[in-house]
């Protein structure tokens, strides 16, 4: 039996280095720089989730004084572990995270191996908290462990003190992973469970959605999803980013809809993870229809819809008595059709920065003041969430002045006036770099 001494790690402000640009990496970067500590990434290129997360680190060190990150878009070199006081190797190369691993031992670093427990000298936790404590299962390290294991331990224990202590008594009979459920009645032994990520924000999910994520073999995430839950999952966990990206969609819907059918007949839990609601402009009707067709079971998690919550991030209430009586949420990529005029009414449009000048032309058109106040939310909930005021007349070349960019949801009506509208933040030209990256 390994010896392992659990202890907490104070990390903040101390120099870590990652060496991988995988979902892998990218979920021990997250753990990592979520403690505080200073972060090196080394890598040829990043996945999605890290490019997010160098770029908000980024945005924070130039808005809030921070601490900076640091990416060598380069393979591994030995100088790269030089004053770390902690390592974490997911290259997927398993030559290339031996040599970490050995000059962390070597260096006495403490070492992350992602794929390779036993190789390891640390074990990233399965996490959560509650009330206010950070409770942890770590592996022992050895070669038989299951990462699976760990966290059906960790749901275990979330469970228990939810609920007063049934979940506990379930754990030695439940199945060893979920390959081992098998079919009954001609319906797939794995399920889809189609979840409702909100705004951006962690701590807006629901407490059924964190629950299916932290139990899930497969998340299959969007661009818009929560990235930082995918800092929670064990290295067992398959991350699949389907997300698009000002019209480059790299997934189709059907190639997605065949992903979430094919995992699930092989008896995975897949968590297709998605921003805002999965049945507000979230495409989980087409999602749903695909897998009861398979024969795969779907379980539907609501979630906070960004055109309801992100005004409300900008101070502004999508109804508003003797203002507002009703609102309108409407996909900007589309027709926008007949609308009822925002006098006393809120339009609500979802994506399409690009679109801004057709839009206004058009409501102007159907009747509505060129003086009808507008506001454009970027990013909320996020680093960098701005507000900029327009009027319908003014809305497109406002944008362009202010290098508005996606995600970002525009507000037509008088319930406008009442934002919080913030001082203009310059963009760093080292995010923009980032954001063009693929996902």
Known sequence: ????????????SLPVTVVGGGPVAARRARLLASAGAQLTVVAPSVCADMAELLRSLEFAHRTEGGLPATWHARGFEPGDLEGAWLVATATGVSEVDNQVAALAQEHRIFCFKGGDPAGASAWAPA???????????VSNGTSGARPTRTARIRDAIAGFLRSGGAALADLEAAPHSAAAITATDGVSAGEVVLVGGGPGAAELLTLAARDHILSADVIVIDRLAPREVLSWLGSNVEVLDVGKRGGNHPVSQAEINEILVDRATRGKKVVRLKGGDPYVFGRGGEELDACRE???RVTVVPGVTSAVSVPAAAGIPVTHRGVSRGFTVLTAHSELGRLPLAVDHTLVLLMGVSQLEYISTELIAQGNAPTTPCAIVEDGFGPRQRTTPATLETLAARARDAGVQSPAITVIGEVTLRADVHQQLDVNPHLLELGTLQR
């Open 1 to 12: 039996m390994s010896a392992i001494t659990p202890i907490g790690l104070r990390l903040e």
């Open 127 to 137: 996490l959560f908290d509650h009330e206010g404590s950070h409770i942890a299962v």
């Open 294 to 296: 398979a024969g795969i």
